[in-house]
Nanobody, 118 residues
Framework: QVRPVESGGGLVESGGSLKLSCRVS????????MAWYRRAPGKERERVAT???????KYAYSVEGRFTISRDNTENMVYLQMNSLSPRDTAVYYC????????????WGQGTQVTVSS
């Protein structure tokens, strides 16, 4: 399996926006769920947003109302639109295909760094 390739991160001021992209070099049609995760310095990796194959989405409480996840099955892409960013959102962001709480179907990619300045 090929690792997902995440991009779109960068340095942004508090209150700003970023849109992350994840390219998967295989069809994602068969993945019931695609998700974005993040790992902040000194913390465990956490799942922040999930999109199912039927378009249903779910968000962590910390990002609800600010982040929007979407998927494009024809392009094998997953996106994360992040608005109203705060320094607490600073982390490396990854995408993957979860099948359970702590089980994913793809190797972890390099991730993309998001840094929010105050």
């Amino acid at each position: 399996q090929v690792r997902p390739v995440e991009s779109g991160g960068g340095l942004v001021e508090s209150g700003g926006s970023l849109k992350l992209s994840c390219r998967v070099s295989q069809s994602i049609v068969g993945f019931e769920q695609m998700a974005w995760y993040r790992r902040a310095p000194g913390k465990e990796r956490e799942r922040v947003a999930t999109v199912k194959s039927d378009g249903e989405t779910k968000y962590a409480y910390s990002v609800e109302g600010r982040f929007t996840i979407s998927r494009d099955n024809t392009e094998n892409m997953v996106y994360l639109q992040m608005n109203s960013l705060s320094p607490r959102d600073t982390a490396v962001y990854y995408c993957n295909a979860p099948v359970a709480e702590y089980i994913v179907q793809l190797p972890w990619g390099q991730g993309t760094q998001v840094t929010v300045s105050s």
